[in-house]
């Protein structure tokens, strides 16, 4: 089946600094990217849409400013905590839909922690 | 009341036996997913539907869009199917960009 990846698969960081996430899909063409937030023992919480070459679409309550979400290709979309606090410390999961098929693929998450 | 429902919430089994994990929805659907989460929290998805049944492996999944519900069998079941099975649905009227719906998932056990 279709491959997302992302990176990195965990990260530690310290207060008041930004961190980048990648997400990737390997093997195919996605023009829509989803990014999840889950809490532990919580299911998915959906935070923002991402769109090749256009304006993330952000869920109600999900800051824009503190959490950037650049697609700049096809296969590619990044997310970027700013200026981290404790709180941002969380599981964050992407997910691309493949044009062709039209079916939704997750990749493995990169676990957040801010010290 | 949550709109996609699992059940049971958590589940316990010996090696060997037979498991059937429900989700049961209320809006209009066009397609249903169901994601496996191991401990260390990657997802992975094992099907999606849209009508009838599909299989792979050991693993089982059915549909039945009259009623609303869908269920994911696994067969011969061993420790390493121990995951949360979450349930996730795509409503017709989602718009464009489609969100999905989350079940709260199913904690499976299997014990050797």
């Known amino acids: 089946g279709a491959v997302v990846s992302q990176h990195p698969s965990w990260v530690i960081c310290k207060s008041g600094t930004s961190v980048k996430i990648e997400c990737r899909s390997l093997?195919?063409?996605?023009?829509?990217m989803f990014w999840y937030r889950q809490f532990p023992k919580q299911s998915l919480m959906l935070m923002a849409t991402s769109n090749e070459g256009s304006k993330a679409t952000y869920e109600q309550g999900v800051e824009k400013d503190k959490f950037l979400i650049n697609h700049a290709s096809l296969t590619l979309s990044t997310l970027t905590v700013t200026s981290a606090h404790p709180e941002d410390s969380s599981f964050y999961i992407c997910?691309?839909?493949?044009?062709?098929?039209?079916?939704?693929?997750f990749g493995p998450g990169t676990r957040l922690t801010v010290t | 009341k949550n709109e996609v429902e699992q059940s049971p919430q958590n589940l316990t089994a010996q090696e060997g036996e037979f498991i059937t994990i429900n989700c049961s929805y209320s809006?209009?659907?066009?397609?249903l997913h169901w994601l496996q989460q191991h401990p260390g929290g990657g997802i992975v998805s094992l099907f999606m539907?849209?009508?009838g049944k599909k299989k792979h492996g050991r693993l089982i999944a059915t549909i039945n869009i009259q009623e609303k519900h869908s269920s994911l069998h696994i067969t011969a079941s061993h420790p390493r199917d121990s995951a949360v099975y979450i349930c996730a649905v795509k409503e017709v009227y989602g718009g464009s960009q489609g969100n999905l719906i989350f079940g709260k998932g199913t904690k499976l056990s299997v014990k050797p």
């Open positions: 093997d195919f063409q996605a023009t829509t």
């Open positions: 539907l849209s009508s």
């Open positions: 809006v209009g659907i066009s397609a």
């Open positions: 997910s691309a839909r493949d044009l062709a098929r039209y079916e939704q693929y």
